[in-house]
Structure formats: structure tokens, C-alpha cells
């Protein structure tokens, strides 16, 4: 079965600073990962995703994330935090007939 | 974008009332999802369904039901609410065929049951 682990539950940056947030995943099979944001009060917006092409992936608003296959990781970053950028991320792997998602990582910027 | 609306956004309900909330979606997509989330924890799939006449339970086990008669419509249906039902429900759609495919959510609806 698939599955991910989200590493902190809370992350806390500076604006301008970088962020990553880290995933790692489980899988049997080759994975697809995608990464999700869910501001407050909002449902998930999706930011990037893996489907077996290029292992480094450009999303929206900047961020990217890294498939790493000996890792297991598909950590998300972004070189310069803005104070837009905070809310929840969930890092998720497409499992049978489903999305099965990380616990979530609050992102906490700062001025 | 994706064009995909649930509604109500928010709903408080006494105990013992049935409720229904409304999903619908204008990609054409086949599948279409339902998502239980609480606040600040991971999402879990209580319903899903490949088609029209097609529903299958979750992973999180749910008192609530699922219908799809029209592939644009998936509503979820309490019949009797309960104060454990208090959660945001999160319905989503992706088109048919390949793992990769995005999955695009909804706002949500929350529902507080008091």
C-alpha cells in the first residue's frame, strides 16, 4: 500500500527565507506525488505533481520539489519565503482509485 | 482553474437532522470523490465513485451515503446528524485512466452539527 510521512507538522520561516518541507513516500510501485496547499477556510489547490518525467518539478507560485527514488523523498521548496505562502501543505501519493495524503505541514512565515 | 463547487459552504444543524451536500462539476470528469477532514489532520476518502451508478466506500468508514445519477452530481447525504459528523467534507473530481491525473478539489463545506 501507499502511503506518505510528512516530516514537522509546523515549519517556521522569515520572509525571504527558504522553505522545505519535507516528504517521504512508501510505494510497491512507481509513485506519482503530487503536493497540495490548503489556505484557511479553503479547500486543496494543487501546487506541483510526479508522474514518472522529469524528477525535478516546477509548480506554481514558485515552488518545485525533487524526486529522489534512493531517498524515497519528494521534499518541497521554494528559494524565498513570501508571507502569501503560509498555510497548509499536504504532500500526497496516488494510491488504488485514490489520493492518499500526509498529515500536513503548517507553514509559518514571519516579517 | 478547476470548476468544481460545493455547496453549503458552511452548515450548523441540530442532532438528528438529515442533510445533504451538493457537489458538482463541470470538467466532465468520471470520478469523483469525497473527502472527511478534520480540523488541522489529514484528509480521508469516505466515498468515491468511477461513473454514473457507481459508489464505493472509503477508507474511513462513514454513516453517510452517496449517489451519482448524473456524472456532473455527487451528493453526500446524512440522514440522521450527529455531533461526531462535525467536519469539513471535501468532495473532488479527476478524469478517468492514468494514476497521474490531477485530482481537483472543491472549497469544502463545513459542517457543524451541535
Known amino acids: 500500500a501507499q502511503s506518505v510521512t510528512q516530516l514537522g507538522s509546523h515549519v517556521s520561516v522569515s520572509e525571504g527565507a527558504l522553505v522545505l518541507l519535507r516528504c517521504n513516500y512508501s510505494?510497491?510501485?512507481?509513485?506519482?506525488l503530487f503536493w497540495y496547499v490548503q489556505y484557511p477556510n479553503q479547500g486543496l489547490q494543487l501546487l506541483l505533481k510526479?508522474?514518472?518525467?522529469?524528477?525535478l518539478v516546477k509548480g506554481i507560485n514558485g515552488f518545485e520539489a525533487e524526486f529522489k527514488k534512493s531517498e524515497t523523498s519528494f521534499h518541497l521548496t521554494k528559494p524565498s519565503a513570501h508571507m502569501s505562502d503560509a498555510a497548509e501543505y499536504f504532500c500526497?501519493?496516488?494510491?488504488?482509485?485514490?489520493?492518499?495524503f500526509g498529515t500536513g505541514t503548517r507553514l509559518l512565515v514571519s516579517p | 482553474e478547476a470548476d468544481i463547487y460545493q455547496t453549503p459552504r458552511y452548515l450548523v444543524i441540530g442532532t438528528g437532522k438529515k442533510i445533504t451536500l451538493e457537489c458538482s462539476q463541470t470538467?466532465?470528469?468520471?470520478?469523483m470523490y469525497w473527502y472527511q477532514q478534520d480540523p488541522g489532520m489529514e484528509l480521508h476518502l469516505i466515498h468515491y465513485?468511477?461513473?454514473?451508478?457507481?459508489?464505493e466506500k472509503g477508507d474511513l468508514s462513514s454513516e453517510s451515503t452517496v449517489s451519482r445519477i448524473r456524472t456532473e452530481h455527487f451528493p453526500l447525504t446524512l440522514e440522521s446528524a450527529r455531533p461526531s459528523h462535525t467536519s469539513q467534507y471535501l468532495c473532488?473530481?479527476?478524469?478517468?485512466?492514468?494514476?497521474?491525473?490531477?485530482?481537483?478539489f472543491g472549497e469544502g463545506s463545513w459542517l457543524t452539527v451541535v
Open positions: 473532488a473530481s479527476s478524469e478517468r485512466g492514468d494514476s497521474g491525473n490531477t485530482i481537483y
Open positions: 510505494s510497491s510501485v512507481p509513485p506519482y
Open positions: 510526479y508522474t514518472s518525467a522529469a524528477t
Open positions: 500526497a501519493v496516488r494510491g488504488f482509485q485514490k489520493l492518499v
Open positions: 470538467m466532465g470528469h468520471d470520478k
Open positions: 465513485s468511477y461513473g454514473v451508478n457507481s459508489t
